[in-house]
């Protein structure tokens, strides 16, 4: 078997909620626990930080473990959905997965496969693990897919879980309100583990004391504890500046970042807070902290969160896809202050787009396009719906064709901004 078979294997046999949608997903941990069963744990071999939310739940995760990797330690990373790359969801130390490493453990592991039939996510985790346990890593830091009580990320003990936000997403599996969704999202709180909750909202506050009062577990708000301000991106260097004052001793930390969306602010927040938690356990500094933030690229790799394709003119791919995500996008966007905005867009074909589609400027051009997945929407039917939102452009067929075009209609003055889903990013950059 080579590496592509190994990769066509499991995106062609296995159901993967990425591509095909409801139809993968599995409202149970049986798989999970089997396959733990089967490699002998090893999620028990690693410590482990445990990161769930609607939005900011990836930039925090690759935050966190650029800064355990600052100091010292041996770190695993678990994200989805990669962009380009099957193993970008499994790295070390920023370092994917080796190919080999895809190739040898679908062919040693076929019975068990073909036995169970789990699914894309189910197995994509177990790999990890698996792997995380064989490279003798100090620590992991896990991604949640969806949810948190049932997503198979479930399983681990870890020293530390975050819920960074929630917002109107996945609501066919979560449920319909926000709080139903909160309820999902806390059932990675575990007995006598601190939670760190990023974002205070009303509709889910009481959500997540009760859990946590269940579990025995401390509760840190950190948009409470932490106020993070932003500075001006600076476009020439890739860096923002930020301040985080630590409440309510009134504790001051300076740093930058290379992430330069606005909603970076609240993932700061939500990382100190996280942060001051770990010091303790891994004996990591200040300067582990803002370091890591700043180093947060080059030592995790994270792409697509107010990414810079170009500066003239001015491309911008940015991964927010869902309502709460999307209206930080469009009001940055806006800010830029440019000529003319051309917005090359797709979505996959369950998106509210009732609540997303009104967000987006009417003076602005737009390409309608698909990802090259069978969940995306149909760019045609996306045209359609969004003229009856009074949103005015072309579809293609293709993101590349999209992107082409609106290249060759921009000025040096205009913006081109590219996203809606992450699968029309991940064919972008």
Not at 49 to 55: D, E, K, L
Not at 82 to 109: A, C, Q, S, W, Y
Not at 328 to 347: A, C, D, E, N, P
């Amino acid at each position: 078997m080579t590496y592509q078979q190994a990769l066509d294997f499991l995106f062609d046999r296995l159901p993967a909620y990425h591509r095909i949608g409801k139809a993968a997903y599995k409202a149970n941990l049986d798989n999970t626990i089997a396959l733990d069963n089967y490699f002998d744990h090893p999620h028990k071999k690693f410590r482990s930080v445990h990161v769930a939310g609607t939005n900011g739940k990836g930039s925090v995760s690759h935050n966190i473990a650029s800064i355990l990797q600052e100091a010292g330690y041996k770190t695993g990373l678990y994200t989805s959905p990669h962009l380009r790359d099957f193993r970008e969801r499994i790295r070390v130390n920023g370092e994917m997965i080796p190919e080999n490493e895809v190739k040898t453990f679908v062919e040693n592991h076929n019975a068990i496969i073909e036995q169970l039939q789990p699914s894309f996510f189910e197995l994509t985790m177990a790999m990890a693990f698996d792997f995380f346990a064989r490279s003798g890593i100090d620590v992991a830091v896990v991604e949640v897919g969806m949810g948190g009580r049932l997503d198979s990320t479930n399983i681990i003990s870890p020293l530390l879980s975050v819920i960074t936000n929630i917002g109107h997403d996945h609501m066919e599996f979560l449920g319909n309100t926000l709080q139903a969704v909160a309820g999902e999202k806390a059932g990675i709180i575990k007995r006598n583990t601190a939670v760190v909750i990023g974002e205070t909202q009303p509709e889910t506050e009481d959500v997540f004391r009760a859990k946590a009062a269940e579990m025995g577990a401390p509760v840190i708000f950190a948009d409470k504890s932490f106020k993070c301000t932003l500075g001006d991106f600076d476009f020439e260097k890739g860096l923002r500046q930020y301040t985080v004052v630590k409440a309510p001793c009134q504790l001051s930390f300076s740093g930058e970042t290379p992430l330069g969306g606005i909603y970076q602010q609240k993932n700061l927040q939500a990382v100190f807070a996280a942060a001051e938690i770990l010091k303790p356990l891994f004996n990591v500094s200040d300067k582990n902290v803002t370091d890591g933030i700043r180093n947060v690229i080059s030592n995790t790799h994270l792409a697509g969160r107010w990414q810079i394709l170009s500066k003239s003119p001015l491309t911008i791919c940015d991964t927010g896809h869902n309502k709460e995500g999307l209206e930080y996008v469009i009001r940055q966007l806006t800010s830029l202050g440019k000529k003319k905005m051309h917005m090359v867009i797709g979505f996959v074909n369950d998106k509210d787009l009732k609540a997303i589609l009104p967000l987006f400027p009417a003076d602005a051009v737009y390409y309608f396009t698909r990802a090259t997945i069978p969940r995306a929407l149909d760019e045609n039917i996306l045209k359609t719906r969004a003229g009856m939102a009074g949103l005015k452009g072309d579809s293609f067929p293709t993101v590349r064709e999209a992107i082409n075009a609106a290249r060759e209609n921009a000025c040096q003055d205009d913006v081109i901004y590219i996203g809606g889903s992450t699968f029309i990013v991940a064919e972008a950059v």
